[in-house]
């Protein structure tokens, strides 16, 4: 599970975070690590858009009664 990943908005859209995430799957492989998931805010169209191009799929919606958004669950094997 990748948790916290995030980037600060004046430093978005400028694949800081598509580094983040090379260097956390990269981490992940070299630990043999073979699948990974992610949670977001799913009414999050772009970020959901976002780790689609990367290649994870939608997996679920979960809803949690303490979040007033739903979460939306991405996986990827890698």
């Known amino acids: ?3 916290r990943l995030a980037v600060l ?7 800081v975070g598509l580094k983040l995430m090379k260097h ?3 981490i992940i ?3 043999n690590g ?12 772009r970020l959901n ?3 689609i191009d990367q290649g994870f799929i939608k997996i679920r919606i979960d ?3 303490c979040l ?9 094997i890698i």
């Not at 908005?9 to 694949?15: E, G, T, V």
């Not at 007033?68 to 990827?76: L, Q, R």
Request: glycine share 2%; no cysteine; aromatic share 16%.
């Open 29 to 31: 492989k070299t630990e």
């Open 9 to 15: 908005p004046d430093y978005r859209h400028n694949s």
């Open 34 to 45: 073979k699948r990974v998931e992610v949670e977001i805010v799913n009414e999050n169209w």
């Open 24 to 26: 956390a799957l990269n």
């Open 68 to 76: 007033p958004f739903n979460v939306g669950v991405f996986k990827k």
């Open 1 to 3: 599970m990748i948790e």
């Open 63 to 65: 809803q949690y009664s």
């Open 49 to 51: 858009k976002w780790y």
